[in-house]
T-cell receptor, first 113, second 113 residues
Framework: SQQGEEDPQALSIQEGENATMNCSYK?????LQWYRQNSGRGLVHLIL?????REKHSGRLRVTLDTSKKSSSLLITASRAADTASYFC?????????????FGTGTRLKVLA | DGGITQSPKYLFRKEGQNVTLSCEQN?????MYWYRQDPGQGLRLIYY???????QKGDIAEGYSVSREKKESFPLTVTSAQKNPTAFYLC????????????FGDGTRLSIL
């Protein structure tokens, strides 16, 4: 398996602060996606950034991608208690003509009210 | 509303027993996936299917089997050959393009009795 690595593994911040989490990967990619998972639930797609893009915004989310370093970061601004969840990056690429997604190990974010 | 439905939410397996996890989607997606998630870990791909009547092994297929007889359905059987089946199982679907995000069900938690 070639899972990505996320850093930090866990993050605890106060409400209103910004949260930054990083993802590193190993293979060439078509795009990179970030997902959120609340405890005991499935993953929910947050944002997708293509390999030819460097930065993307969606509401309070900002994602950057550096393909030369094979890394990405997710910034959540003005965090809220409801942002408490695990966040995963996933890289999408083709292998032998089929599409595969490789997920990172996740960052557990806790936002304290 | 369109989405993915996994059932049951909780499942218990006895020694030597095969169990089947259900996954149904009404999103008209061509591709479907099964992942295994262990506590505090990322997702590992078990099997995936890009089209009806065709599927491929993922990274940890041993001890599992699948079928894809209908576009909407992708059941996963955990066989008695899987010696450590206790985990959270997630089903996902997507359009057959790496630029599209995956949609996830809410998972099935499997435990051994």
């Amino acid at each position: 398996s070639q899972q990505g690595e996320e850093d930090p593994q866990a993050l605890s911040i106060q409400e209103g602060e910004n949260a930054t989490m990083n993802c590193s990967y190993k293979t060439s990619i078509n795009n990179l996606q970030w997902y959120r998972q609340n405890s005991g639930r499935g993953l929910v797609h947050l944002i997708l950034i293509r390999s030819n893009e460097r930065e993307k915004h969606s509401g309070r989310l900002r994602v950057t991608l550096d393909t030369s370093k094979k890394s990405s970061s997710l910034l959540i601004t003005a965090s809220r208690a409801a942002d408490t969840a695990s966040y995963f990056c996933a890289t999408a690429g083709t292998t032998s003509g089929t599409y595969k997604y490789i997920f990172g190990t996740g960052t557990r974010l806790k936002v304290l009210a | 509303d369109g989405g993915i439905t996994q059932s049951p939410k909780y499942l218990f397996r006895k020694e030597g027993q095969n169990v089947t996890l259900s996954c149904e989607q009404n999103l008209n997606h061509d591709a479907m996936y099964w992942y295994r998630q262990d506590p505090g870990q990322g997702l590992r791909l078990i099997y995936y299917s890009q089209i009806v009547n065709d599927f491929q092994k993922g990274d940890i297929a041993e001890g599992y089997s699948v079928s894809r007889e209908k576009k909407e359905s992708f059941p996963l059987t955990v066989t008695s050959a899987q010696k450590n089946p206790t985990a959270f199982y997630l089903c996902a679907s997507s359009m057959s393009s790496p630029v599209q995000p995956q949609h996830f069900g809410d998972g099935t938690r499997l435990s051994i009795l």
